[in-house]
């Protein structure tokens, strides 16, 4: 199982004292991004600020992130976050365009997409693109999110609670927690605790 840190900020200072908490140890850091329109509440974060913010920390070169859509129309934003930094992006499909362009763009900027479903809706839109996209996620509320990549037995299988494989193999499953920003001034996220803040009891 891999277990990557998830940023939720109002404001850049925020994010970077959020990403600072995690850097030590995390090989990919997890940025929702909200324009407040697909859903509540805004966050912080557009391509420029995330771009910026790379720029003056260059001790974050060697993490990659990944950006977490949650806006209208990602197809007229996803090229920014690419050229901006990201290494893996997650659209939604209820907000998805148009794939073909999605997959095209990602491929060209060599970097990872994956597309995420909220709960409430019907799992037989994700069937559509199976054959096309290699990571799909199920969006369990801003503060947990779980996806699952292709090759861990039949990924056409998609349960409709869990959004895992048939066969459930834990390499297959990557979990992101929004841990930083509910552990208190003694508490630090730790790769280790899935999600608890270390010297707290937990979220």
């Known amino acids: ?85 990201a290494m893996r992006v997650i659209v939604h499909v209820e907000a998805m365009k148009n794939a073909s362009k999605i997959l095209s763009v990602c491929q060209s900027g060599g970097v990872e997409a994956m597309l995420a479903i909220n709960p409430k809706t019907q799992t037989e839109n994700l069937s559509l693109h199976l054959d096309t996209f290699k990571y799909f996620g199920l969006h369990d509320g801003v503060e947990h999110y779980r996806s699952i990549g292709k090759g861990c037995g039949d990924e056409r299988a998609i349960s409709r609670d869990v959004l895992q494989c048939t066969i459930d193999r834990s390499e297959c499953i990557t979990h992101s927690y929004q841990c930083t920003s509910n552990c208190g001034a003694g508490g630090t996220c730790d790769e280790n605790t899935t999600g608890a803040c270390a010297g707290e009891g937990g979220t």
């Open 1 to 85: 199982m891999h277990i990557i840190p998830a940023v939720n900020a109002s404001t850049e200072a925020e994010a970077e004292q959020q990403i600072a908490k995690v850097a030590g140890f995390a090989h990919w850091i997890h940025i929702d991004v909200v324009d407040g329109k697909f859903t509540s509440p805004k966050t912080w974060g557009s391509a420029s600020e995330f771009k910026n913010l790379l720029e003056k920390n260059p001790h974050l070169k060697n993490i990659n992130f990944e950006i977490h859509l949650m806006v209208e129309n990602p197809d007229f934003v996803i090229e920014e976050w690419i050229h901006a930094g």
